[in-house]
């Protein structure tokens, strides 16, 4: 079982940026996948982010270039440092662990609650 607690998250404006966090509980976090999804209002949740245990990165088209993940095994934490927010940002952002299709919602199964990320343009 790994429970995971986002945080992070918060208003900000076009242009700037912000370092969410992922803390999860367990011993097996190292071997998991983790990814991070978004979902805005009235839309699907989609793809942000995804860094693998062999530390692997994978990221959305929208989002390549101005977001970075990284992971801290020892700490067991996974962090997004977004740059260059824009208004289409805007949306709940969720952290996962799990491993396959980790570019899906499929290849996760541990799902944490959400942060509000909201840019004013």
């Known amino acids: 079982q790994v429970q995971l607690v986002e945080s992070g998250g918060g208003l900000v404006q076009a242009g700037g940026s912000l370092r969410l966090s992922c803390a999860a509980s367990g011993r097996t976090f190292s071997s998991y996948a983790m990814g991070w999804f978004r979902q805005a209002p009235g839309k699907e949740r989609e793809f942000v982010a995804a860094i693998s245990w062999s530390t692997n990165t994978y990221y959305a088209d929208s989002v390549k270039g101005r977001f970075t993940i990284s992971r801290d095994n020892a700490k067991n934490t996974v962090a997004p440092q977004m740059n260059s927010l824009k208004s289409e940002d805007t949306a709940v952002y969720y952290c996962?662990?799990?491993?396959?299709?980790?570019?899906?919602?499929?290849?996760?199964?541990?799902w944490g609650q959400g942060t509000q990320v909201t840019v004013s343009s």
């Open positions: 996962a662990a799990g491993g396959g299709l980790i570019t899906t919602t499929l290849g996760y199964v541990y």
